[in-house]
């Protein structure tokens, strides 16, 4: 069973902090796309990571994928209460044709 | 506003039942993929179809099944529906195989099983 395992499960931190969340598999993965999920609502994409070793930055958070396209983390710098929300990361396991989402950061930013 | 909607958005029904769920895609988007998503699960990848055929199935119980038409909207049917059923149901569209995967989600679905 290919999985996407995020770290960590849950973080609350205030604001003006940064942080790291990580998302690591065992698979090889062509794109790796990051989402931005609110409650009661559908997850919205925030960027796709295509090439081993690459970096995008979107304002205030910065995506980066394994050189072996293996794994992925999404940094975020000076983190507001607008940040909070569960972050999944998704792809699909090169040669599988079915597209898996991560288990999930919840990130709660306090004021 | 993703583009992608998704009828209807609340559902209440019984053990037992038969529902069916719309899903609209982006326009000019040909795949479309449909997820579960209940409190102890995550968000699980249900079945995808592409250009109107199925292309992957993911964890999808055999009561449930769906299909893509012509006009590429999309519709999951839910039967003999037991209370575990209950949950968010997601359609997301994206444009083809090999735009990255890249999705577009709906408001979803909650359905909610009594």
């Known amino acids: 069973t290919q999985l996407l395992e995020q770290s960590p499960q849950f973080l609350s931190i205030q604001e003006g902090e940064n942080l790291t969340v990580y998302c690591n598999s065992s698979s090889v993965f062509s794109s790796l796309q990051w989402y931005r999920q609110e409650p009661g609502e559908g997850p919205v994409l925030l960027v796709t990571v295509v090439t081993g070793g690459e970096v995008k930055k979107l304002k205030r958070l910065t995506f980066q994928f394994g050189d072996a396209r293996k794994d992925s983390s999404l940094h975020i710098t000076a983190a507001q209460p607008g940040d909070t929300g569960l972050y999944l990361c998704a792809g699909e396991p090169s040669g599988t044709y079915k597209y898996i989402f991560g288990t999930g950061t919840r990130l709660k930013v306090l004021a | 506003d993703s583009g992608v909607t998704q009828t209807p958005k609340h559902l209440i029904t019984a053990t037992g039942q038969r529902v069916t769920l719309r899903c609209s895609p982006r326009s000019g988007d040909l795949s479309v993929y449909w997820y579960q998503q209940s409190l102890d699960q995550g968000l699980q990848f249900l079945i995808q179809y592409y250009n109107g055929e199925e292309r992957a199935k993911g964890n999808i119980l055999e009561r449930f099944s769906a299909q893509q038409f012509p006009d590429l909207h999309s519709e999951l049917n839910l039967s003999s529906l037991e209370l575990g059923d209950s949950a968010l149901y997601f359609c997301?569209?994206?444009?083809?195989?090999?735009?990255?995967?890249?999705?577009?989600f709906g408001p979803g679905t909650r359905l909610t099983v009594l």
């Open positions: 997301a569209s994206s444009v083809d195989l090999l735009a990255g995967n890249e999705q577009f």
